[in-house]
T-cell receptor
Framework: EAQVTQNPRYLITVTGKKLTVTCSQN?????MSWYRQDPGLGLRQIYY???????DKGDVPEGYKVSRKEKRNFPLILESPSPNQTSLYFC???????????????FGPGTRLTVL | AQSVTQLGSHVSVSEGALVLLRCNYS??????LFWYVQYPNQGLQLLLK??????LVKGINGFEAEFKKSETSFHLTKPSAHMSDAAEYFC?????????FGQGTTLQVKP
């Protein structure tokens, strides 16, 4: 089954404790992205990757890191989480072979992160 | 810069009534527009997308949307609401692969 998977689905942590949220897709997609969803703000892009070893900042990158060593994986790293990073996080992927604006993005099930 | 505004954070309809969720966009180039649906505790699922082929776009689950350039709108409609349509709906515009989302509209369907 074609899908985007994220782990963990739920995470409660404390300020300053490094964490990683994994994202994996099995559709051979080149484009991958991380969004955070906050009430009243919709989804905002954190980072994206056009291909392996090619990552770039989205609209709200502060406090986050990503890496793209393999095509299928795009982990989100919070080196020193803070309470304002409490949010619902979504990973997404699409074909986007030529920076296409029309490709459908496929979303993972989400990771709900709480930072105390 | 591109942006999307969804009018109404909550919409409530009765089962069987018309569903109308409003979306207006701002774009300096021809936009590509999307509607996504998020059911409780799930990720986002594509309902439909406008890619300039036809102004009236039909999607899944009986939804459709009409692109109106003169009104810079892309409203989502469904003739008859079902209880299963209760969800959060997001309008988005695409910019070289990046999706810019509206704030979302929660649809409540009353029996």
């Amino acid at each position: 089954e074609a899908q985007v998977t994220q782990n963990p689905r739920y995470l409660i942590t404390v300020t300053g404790k490094k964490l990683t949220v994994t994202c994996s897709q099995n559709m051979n997609h080149e484009y991958m992205s991380w969004y955070r969803q906050d009430p009243g703000l919709g989804l905002r892009q954190i980072y994206y990757s056009m291909n392996v070893e090619a990552t770039d900042k989205g609209d709200v990158p502060e406090g986050y890191k990503v890496s793209r060593k393999e095509k299928r994986n795009f982990p989100l790293i919070l080196e020193s989480p803070s309470p304002n990073q409490t949010s619902l996080y979504f990973c997404a992927s699409s074909l986007a072979r030529a920076r296409s604006s029309t490709d459908t993005q496929y979303f993972g099930p989400g990771t709900r992160l709480t930072v105390l | 810069a591109q942006s999307v505004t969804q009018l109404g954070s909550h919409v409530s309809v009765s089962e069987g009534a018309l569903v109308l969720l409003r979306c207006n966009y701002s774009s300096s180039v021809p936009p590509y527009l999307f509607w996504y649906v998020q059911y409780p505790n799930q990720g986002l699922q594509l309902l439909l997308k406008y890619t300039s082929a036809a102004t009236l776009v039909k999607g899944i689950n009986g939804f459709e949307a009409e692109f109106k350039k003169s009104e810079t709108s892309f409203h989502l409609t469904k003739p008859s609401a079902h209880m299963s349509d209760a969800a959060e709906y997001f309008c988005a515009v695409s910019n070289t692969g990046k999706l810019i989302f509206g704030q979302g509209t929660t649809l409540q369907v009353k029996p």
